[in-house]
Protein backbone atom coordinates (compact mmCIF):
# COMPACT_ATOMS: atom_id res chain seq x y z
CA UNK A 1 0.00 0.00 0.00
CA UNK A 2 1.76 3.33 -1.02
CA UNK A 3 1.65 6.63 1.58
CA UNK A 4 0.57 9.29 0.24
CA UNK A 5 3.00 11.65 -0.64
CA UNK A 6 3.38 14.90 1.61
CA UNK A 7 2.73 18.10 -0.92
CA UNK A 8 5.63 20.10 0.38
CA UNK A 9 5.31 22.90 -2.27
CA UNK A 10 1.68 23.61 -0.27
CA UNK A 11 2.92 24.19 2.67
CA UNK A 12 6.19 26.66 0.86
CA UNK A 13 3.55 28.58 -0.55
CA UNK A 14 1.22 28.64 2.36
CA UNK A 15 4.22 29.62 5.07
CA UNK A 16 4.56 33.25 4.82
CA UNK A 17 0.96 33.96 4.33
CA UNK A 18 0.55 32.11 7.95
CA UNK A 19 3.62 33.35 9.18
CA UNK A 20 2.43 37.33 8.33
CA UNK A 21 -1.11 36.24 9.28
CA UNK A 22 -0.15 35.37 12.84
CA UNK A 23 2.45 38.30 13.29
CA UNK A 24 -0.40 40.59 12.54
CA UNK A 25 -3.56 38.77 13.53
CA UNK A 26 -3.39 36.01 15.87
CA UNK A 27 -0.47 37.37 18.45
CA UNK A 28 -1.58 40.47 18.38
CA UNK A 29 -5.15 39.20 19.28
CA UNK A 30 -4.41 36.30 22.43
CA UNK A 31 -1.50 39.56 23.35
CA UNK A 32 -4.32 41.38 23.64
CA UNK A 33 -6.41 38.86 25.53
CA UNK A 34 -3.57 38.18 28.17
CA UNK A 35 -3.18 41.95 28.52
CA UNK A 36 -6.86 41.53 30.08
CA UNK A 37 -6.08 39.71 32.90
CA UNK A 38 -3.32 41.77 34.37
CA UNK A 39 -3.58 45.17 36.29
CA UNK A 40 -1.22 47.81 37.48
CA UNK A 41 -0.97 48.25 41.14
CA UNK A 42 2.15 50.02 42.37
CA UNK A 43 3.83 50.53 38.80
CA UNK A 44 3.72 46.54 39.10
CA UNK A 45 1.56 44.27 36.42
CA UNK A 46 -0.58 42.26 38.75
CA UNK A 47 -2.88 39.15 37.69
CA UNK A 48 -5.92 39.54 38.58
CA UNK A 49 -7.84 37.02 36.68
CA UNK A 50 -10.97 38.78 35.32
CA UNK A 51 -11.83 41.45 37.81
CA UNK A 52 -11.06 44.25 34.91
CA UNK A 53 -14.08 42.26 33.28
CA UNK A 54 -16.26 42.66 36.53
CA UNK A 55 -15.24 45.71 36.58
CA UNK A 56 -16.25 46.88 33.10
CA UNK A 57 -19.85 45.26 33.44
CA UNK A 58 -20.78 46.16 37.31
CA UNK A 59 -18.69 49.02 38.30
CA UNK A 60 -21.28 52.11 37.89
CA UNK A 61 -18.63 54.11 36.53
CA UNK A 62 -17.46 51.68 33.80
CA UNK A 63 -20.76 50.08 32.91
CA UNK A 64 -22.37 52.88 32.22
CA UNK A 65 -20.37 53.56 29.69
CA UNK A 66 -19.86 50.26 28.34
CA UNK A 67 -23.76 49.60 28.39
CA UNK A 68 -24.30 53.03 26.72
CA UNK A 69 -21.35 52.03 23.80
CA UNK A 70 -22.83 48.47 23.20
CA UNK A 71 -26.64 49.88 23.23
CA UNK A 72 -25.20 52.56 19.99
CA UNK A 73 -23.21 49.41 18.56
CA UNK A 74 -26.44 47.95 17.95
CA UNK A 75 -28.36 50.60 16.90
CA UNK A 76 -25.55 51.65 14.32
CA UNK A 77 -25.90 48.03 13.08
CA UNK A 78 -29.36 47.74 13.23
CA UNK A 79 -29.85 50.84 10.60
CA UNK A 80 -27.24 49.49 8.45
CA UNK A 81 -29.27 45.94 8.33
CA UNK A 82 -32.61 47.18 7.62
CA UNK A 83 -31.24 50.47 5.42
CA UNK A 84 -27.78 49.85 3.44
CA UNK A 85 -28.44 45.72 2.62
CA UNK A 86 -31.95 46.46 1.24
CA UNK A 87 -31.00 48.82 -0.88
CA UNK A 88 -28.17 47.18 -1.91
CA UNK A 89 -30.20 44.18 -2.93
CA UNK A 90 -32.72 46.61 -4.71
CA UNK A 91 -29.78 48.49 -6.73
CA UNK A 92 -28.30 44.97 -7.94
CA UNK A 93 -31.51 43.71 -9.41
CA UNK A 94 -32.09 47.11 -10.67
CA UNK A 95 -28.34 46.79 -12.28
CA UNK A 96 -28.45 43.12 -13.24
CA UNK A 97 -31.36 43.97 -15.66
CA UNK A 98 -29.94 43.76 -18.90
CA UNK A 99 -32.27 46.14 -20.58
CA UNK A 100 -30.80 49.27 -18.79
CA UNK A 101 -28.05 51.29 -20.81
CA UNK A 102 -25.02 52.67 -18.62
CA UNK A 103 -25.77 50.14 -16.05
CA UNK A 104 -20.97 49.80 -15.34
CA UNK A 105 -21.14 53.84 -14.84
CA UNK A 106 -24.22 53.26 -12.53
CA UNK A 107 -22.17 50.25 -11.05
CA UNK A 108 -19.06 52.37 -10.84
CA UNK A 109 -20.24 55.79 -9.15
CA UNK A 110 -22.44 53.72 -6.51
CA UNK A 111 -19.36 52.01 -5.97
CA UNK A 112 -16.65 54.80 -5.76
CA UNK A 113 -17.53 56.16 -2.17
CA UNK A 114 -16.05 52.96 -0.65
CA UNK A 115 -12.97 53.56 -1.46
CA UNK A 116 -12.76 56.74 0.08
CA UNK A 117 -10.56 57.52 3.26
CA UNK A 118 -13.12 57.83 6.44
CA UNK A 119 -11.56 60.65 7.21
CA UNK A 120 -12.20 62.37 3.76
CA UNK A 121 -16.05 61.43 4.27
CA UNK A 122 -16.41 62.07 7.75
CA UNK A 123 -14.74 65.93 7.56
CA UNK A 124 -16.83 66.09 4.43
CA UNK A 125 -19.99 65.08 5.60
CA UNK A 126 -19.53 67.24 8.70
CA UNK A 127 -19.09 70.20 6.11
CA UNK A 128 -21.88 69.85 4.25
CA UNK A 129 -24.40 69.67 7.27
CA UNK A 130 -22.74 72.05 8.91
CA UNK A 131 -25.38 74.98 9.89
CA UNK A 132 -22.65 77.82 9.42
CA UNK A 133 -21.43 77.16 6.25
CA UNK A 134 -22.59 73.58 4.72
CA UNK A 135 -24.92 73.41 1.35
CA UNK A 136 -27.48 71.09 3.30
CA UNK A 137 -29.89 74.06 4.42
CA UNK A 138 -29.54 75.47 0.86
CA UNK A 139 -30.40 72.26 -0.91
CA UNK A 140 -33.09 71.80 1.28
CA UNK A 141 -34.34 75.56 0.95
CA UNK A 142 -34.51 74.79 -2.70
CA UNK A 143 -36.61 71.74 -2.80
CA UNK A 144 -39.00 73.71 -0.30
CA UNK A 145 -37.91 71.52 3.10
CA UNK A 146 -35.82 74.03 4.71
CA UNK A 147 -38.20 73.19 7.94
CA UNK A 148 -37.03 70.36 8.21
CA UNK A 149 -33.15 70.87 8.90
CA UNK A 150 -32.08 70.81 12.08
CA UNK A 151 -28.10 70.27 13.49
CA UNK A 152 -28.17 66.79 12.91
CA UNK A 153 -24.74 66.39 14.50
CA UNK A 154 -25.12 68.46 17.27
CA UNK A 155 -28.09 66.91 18.78
CA UNK A 156 -27.88 63.92 20.59
CA UNK A 157 -30.88 62.83 19.86
CA UNK A 158 -29.91 62.30 15.67
CA UNK A 159 -26.81 62.16 15.90
CA UNK A 160 -25.68 58.36 15.96
CA UNK A 161 -28.56 58.08 13.52
CA UNK A 162 -27.02 60.20 10.92
CA UNK A 163 -23.94 59.11 11.40
CA UNK A 164 -24.95 55.66 10.49
CA UNK A 165 -27.04 56.83 7.13
CA UNK A 166 -23.21 58.17 5.91
CA UNK A 167 -21.93 55.22 6.67
CA UNK A 168 -24.77 53.36 4.47
CA UNK A 169 -24.34 56.24 1.70
CA UNK A 170 -20.75 55.26 1.66
CA UNK A 171 -21.03 51.39 1.86
CA UNK A 172 -24.21 50.44 0.30
CA UNK A 173 -22.05 49.64 -2.59
CA UNK A 174 -20.47 46.69 -0.95
CA UNK A 175 -23.86 44.60 -0.62
CA UNK A 176 -24.48 45.71 -3.88
CA UNK A 177 -21.68 44.42 -5.79
CA UNK A 178 -22.00 41.20 -3.80
CA UNK A 179 -25.71 41.15 -4.08
CA UNK A 180 -24.64 41.77 -8.56
CA UNK A 181 -22.35 38.64 -8.29
CA UNK A 182 -24.71 36.37 -7.36
CA UNK A 183 -27.28 37.16 -9.57
CA UNK A 184 -25.16 37.16 -12.01
CA UNK A 185 -24.92 32.78 -11.27
CA UNK A 186 -28.29 32.40 -11.47
CA UNK A 187 -28.46 29.71 -14.01
CA UNK A 188 -30.40 30.95 -17.47
CA UNK A 189 -32.29 27.96 -17.94
CA UNK A 190 -34.22 28.30 -14.48
CA UNK A 191 -34.92 31.89 -15.44
CA UNK A 192 -36.76 30.17 -19.24
CA UNK A 193 -38.41 27.61 -17.12
CA UNK A 194 -40.09 30.29 -14.91
CA UNK A 195 -40.55 32.58 -18.27
CA UNK A 196 -42.69 29.35 -19.77
CA UNK A 197 -45.15 29.21 -16.81
CA UNK A 198 -45.31 33.03 -16.93
CA UNK A 199 -42.91 34.30 -14.20
CA UNK A 200 -41.32 37.14 -15.21
CA UNK A 201 -40.34 40.79 -14.51
CA UNK A 202 -40.10 41.73 -10.06
CA UNK A 203 -42.05 37.98 -9.75
CA UNK A 204 -38.79 36.21 -11.12
CA UNK A 205 -36.69 38.60 -8.96
CA UNK A 206 -39.09 37.40 -5.97
CA UNK A 207 -39.79 33.44 -6.99
CA UNK A 208 -36.72 32.60 -8.53
CA UNK A 209 -33.21 34.64 -7.94
CA UNK A 210 -34.36 35.82 -3.87
CA UNK A 211 -34.28 32.63 -3.26
CA UNK A 212 -31.60 31.36 -4.55
CA UNK A 213 -28.85 34.17 -3.11
CA UNK A 214 -30.09 33.77 0.01
CA UNK A 215 -26.83 32.22 1.01
CA UNK A 216 -25.15 35.55 -0.37
CA UNK A 217 -27.33 37.71 1.81
CA UNK A 218 -26.32 35.30 4.88
CA UNK A 219 -22.36 36.46 4.19
CA UNK A 220 -23.05 39.89 3.74
CA UNK A 221 -25.19 40.10 7.24
CA UNK A 222 -22.32 38.34 8.87
CA UNK A 223 -20.23 40.73 7.57
CA UNK A 224 -22.30 43.79 8.42
CA UNK A 225 -22.27 42.55 11.52
CA UNK A 226 -18.73 42.10 12.20
CA UNK A 227 -17.83 45.42 10.62
CA UNK A 228 -20.17 47.47 12.31
CA UNK A 229 -18.85 46.25 15.96
CA UNK A 230 -15.58 46.67 14.79
CA UNK A 231 -16.12 50.45 13.69
CA UNK A 232 -14.53 53.46 14.44
CA UNK A 233 -12.92 55.47 11.80
CA UNK A 234 -15.81 57.02 10.55
CA UNK A 235 -17.15 58.12 14.55
CA UNK A 236 -13.93 59.38 15.32
CA UNK A 237 -13.26 61.15 11.98
CA UNK A 238 -16.72 63.11 12.48
CA UNK A 239 -16.82 63.65 15.78
CA UNK A 240 -13.50 62.79 18.00
CA UNK A 241 -12.49 60.45 20.22
CA UNK A 242 -15.23 61.82 23.07
CA UNK A 243 -17.92 60.97 20.31
CA UNK A 244 -20.29 63.80 21.21
CA UNK A 245 -22.15 65.55 22.00
CA UNK A 246 -22.20 64.10 25.45
CA UNK A 247 -21.18 60.28 24.12
CA UNK A 248 -24.40 60.06 21.90
CA UNK A 249 -22.03 58.58 19.20
CA UNK A 250 -19.77 56.33 21.24
CA UNK A 251 -19.27 53.01 20.20
CA UNK A 252 -17.04 49.68 21.42
CA UNK A 253 -14.53 50.91 19.04
CA UNK A 254 -14.42 54.82 20.57
CA UNK A 255 -14.41 53.93 24.15
CA UNK A 256 -12.10 51.48 24.08
CA UNK A 257 -10.04 53.73 22.32
CA UNK A 258 -10.39 56.06 24.95
CA UNK A 259 -9.34 53.65 27.84
CA UNK A 260 -6.59 52.33 25.99
CA UNK A 261 -4.34 55.30 24.76
CA UNK A 262 -6.44 57.89 27.01
CA UNK A 263 -7.71 61.39 25.74
CA UNK A 264 -7.07 64.72 26.78
CA UNK A 265 -7.77 64.08 31.14
CA UNK A 266 -8.06 60.75 31.00
CA UNK A 267 -5.32 59.02 31.52
CA UNK A 268 -4.66 55.14 28.99
CA UNK A 269 -5.47 51.97 30.59
CA UNK A 270 -4.06 49.34 28.32
CA UNK A 271 -5.30 46.91 30.67
CA UNK A 272 -9.03 47.64 31.01
CA UNK A 273 -8.96 48.99 27.05
CA UNK A 274 -8.06 45.08 26.58
CA UNK A 275 -10.74 44.23 28.52
CA UNK A 276 -13.26 45.92 26.26
CA UNK A 277 -11.60 44.77 22.99
CA UNK A 278 -12.09 41.20 24.69
CA UNK A 279 -15.89 41.82 25.15
CA UNK A 280 -15.94 43.18 21.49
CA UNK A 281 -14.49 40.02 20.62
CA UNK A 282 -16.76 37.81 22.47
CA UNK A 283 -19.99 39.72 21.22
CA UNK A 284 -18.23 39.39 17.46
CA UNK A 285 -17.85 35.80 18.32
CA UNK A 286 -21.23 34.90 19.95
CA UNK A 287 -22.95 36.73 17.19
CA UNK A 288 -21.37 34.99 14.38
CA UNK A 289 -21.96 31.24 16.04
CA UNK A 290 -25.44 32.12 16.95
CA UNK A 291 -25.70 32.95 13.47
CA UNK A 292 -24.09 30.13 12.02
CA UNK A 293 -25.86 27.69 13.87
CA UNK A 294 -29.27 28.79 12.80
CA UNK A 295 -27.98 28.51 9.22
CA UNK A 296 -27.24 24.90 9.96
CA UNK A 297 -30.52 24.08 11.45
CA UNK A 298 -32.17 25.52 8.74
CA UNK A 299 -30.33 23.23 6.13
CA UNK A 300 -31.17 20.21 8.24
CA UNK A 301 -34.67 21.17 8.27
CA UNK A 302 -34.82 21.23 4.50
CA UNK A 303 -32.96 18.01 4.41
CA UNK A 304 -35.53 16.29 6.32
Not at 65 to 82: C, P, R, S
Not at 214 to 240: E, H, M
Request: proline fraction near 5%.
Amino acid sequence: MKRARIRWHILVFLAPAVIVYTAVMIFPLFNTLRLALYSRVDQERVFVGLQNFQTLFFDPIWSEQFWNALGNNFWFFLIHMLVQNPIGIALAALLSHPRLRFAALYRSAIFIPTILSFVIVGFAWKLILSPIWGIAPEMLDWVGLKSLYAPWLGREEYALTTLALVSVWQFVGIPMMLIYAALLTVPEEILEAGEVDGITGWAAFWKIKLPLILPSIGIISILTFVGNFNAFDLIYAAQGALAGPDFSTDILGTFMYRTFFGFQLQLGDPHMGSAIAGAMFAIILVGVCIYLFGIQTRMRRYQL
